[in-house]
């Protein structure tokens, strides 16, 4: 049954219409986007829908078809950021989308929303901000907001950011709503340009999959805003506003000046990681502009380290899936999203696929952890009207 259909079914009129916005799987360039520095995401395939009409009632209701919950009914002047569905659960990212465009001063008088997603949560894919985008997308639409894709993603960013009380940078929802098939979105962080870069990896003869490690995050436990304040402390003792500002050539320099100051030595390691990310999204763009596809294998296998290793959020399945992939000749590969568990991006050539899909299922049940989901990363499009 369609969602348009489903949502007929549980409130008993039809939508006004539905709308769906991509999960993203991050090619470079990790916990970059709060420190105003270089993303590059691409879309994926998997998507949340969502089949909404407009209320001019003051009644939010929410339902998913994902979840086994009655309707979740609010009314929109009530909605306050960290109360009961601003403290986590699914029905918060929604809630806080309409909450964070009520704030902004644009007119939303309620709705009805029915949602169904085939984003896998808990991977580090965006599942949350693939719900966010799409509600904000729907209600752009049906009350004439006028906002652009950008403006609806800083939007969706700050509902998540107040209202359920996740400091994350706005990445994921720029990806969910700005990205286009057949490309990565090259993201500056600090003035929200964008360029899309062509990525099609068939041509080159590669394959670029995930594999979800079916070990679950949860980024409001603490360890992600812990990470965040301190590269906020490490920029503050550096002298600049954020970590984009310290030059890749200065590292060296930054490093021992935070020594010197004494800061913590987890400080440092963080520090070390965002500005040797930045640059190493610049080196992703350098070789693909060049049309050098292979070479951003090595710069994949060199973030992974220092996520493990600087930023300590990889964890053992995740390095697995790393060091398998590498043994069984993959060109490149790495952990992505927020860490503590999630998913990994490993670069193929195509005919290697099925034997390196096979050795890290081989390697998984050999070390007793959960089988893990493999697919491919296919380019895919931003936020979208489907009918």
């Known amino acids: 049954m369609s969602v348009a259909a489903q949502f007929s079914d549980l409130y008993g009129y039809e939508p006004a219409g539905v709308w769906a916005a991509p999960g993203r799987v991050n090619l470079i360039g990790e916990y970059t986007d709060f420190n105003e520095g270089f993303v590059m995401p691409l879309a994926l395939p998997h998507t949340a829908v ?59 008088t309620g709705a009805d929303i029915h949602l169904a997603s085939t984003v896998p949560t808990g991977a580090g894919l965006s599942s949350s901000a693939a719900l966010e985008v799409v509600t904000a997308y729907a209600l752009n639409d049906l009350f004439e907001l006028g906002l652009c894709a950008p403006e609806l993603a800083v939007l969706a960013q700050r509902a998540e950011n107040v209202f359920v009380g996740v400091p994350c940078g706005v990445m994921d929802q720029m990806a969910s709503a ?33 594999v979800d490690s079916r070990v679950k995050h949860e980024l409001g436990d603490g360890a992600y805003a812990e990470r965040r304040a301190g590269c906020e402390e490490g920029a ?22 935070l020594e010197q100051a004494g800061v913590d030595e987890k400080v440092v390691r963080y520090v070390r990681h965002v500005v040797s990310d930045d640059h190493r999204v610049e080196r992703v763009i350098e070789l693909l502009d060049a049309g050098d596809v292979r ?54 050539e195509t005919g290697d696929v099925e034997a390196v899909t096979k050795s890290v299922l081989a390697a998984f049940e050999g070390a007793g952890y959960t089988v893990p989901r493999v697919f491919a990363a296919v380019p895919s499009a931003g936020a979208r009207r489907l009918g």
């Not at 503050?236 to 000046?257: F, M, P, Q």
């Not at 600087?310 to 927020?338: H, N, Q, W």
């Open 295 to 348: 070479a951003i294998g090595p710069v994949l296998y060199d973030g992974h380290r220092s996520l493990r290793d600087d930023l300590r959020i990889s964890c053992a399945e995740l390095d697995l899936v790393v060091d398998t992939a590498r043994a069984a000749g993959a060109v490149g590969a790495r952990m992505t999203g927020g860490g503590f568990g999630g998913s990994a991006v490993v670069l193929v």
């Open 50 to 108: 969502a089949a909404v009409a407009k209320r001019d009632d003051g009644v939010l209701r929410l339902h998913s078809a994902d979840i086994d919950a009655p309707v979740a009914e609010l009314r929109v002047d009530e909605l306050i950021p960290l109360s009961k569905y601003g403290q986590g659960g699914w029905a918060a990212y929604p809630a806080g989308v309409v909450w964070a465009l009520r704030d902004a001063g644009h007119t939303v």
């Open 178 to 210: 700005c990205a286009n098939e057949g490309h990565a979105l090259h993201l500056d962080c600090r003035d929200l340009s964008i360029r899309q870069v062509p990525f099609d990896l068939a041509e080159e003869g590669l394959q670029l999959l995930v």
């Open 236 to 257: 503050r003792v550096l002298g600049v506003s954020h970590l984009r500002d310290v030059a890749y050539a200065e590292l060296d320099d930054a490093v021992r000046k």
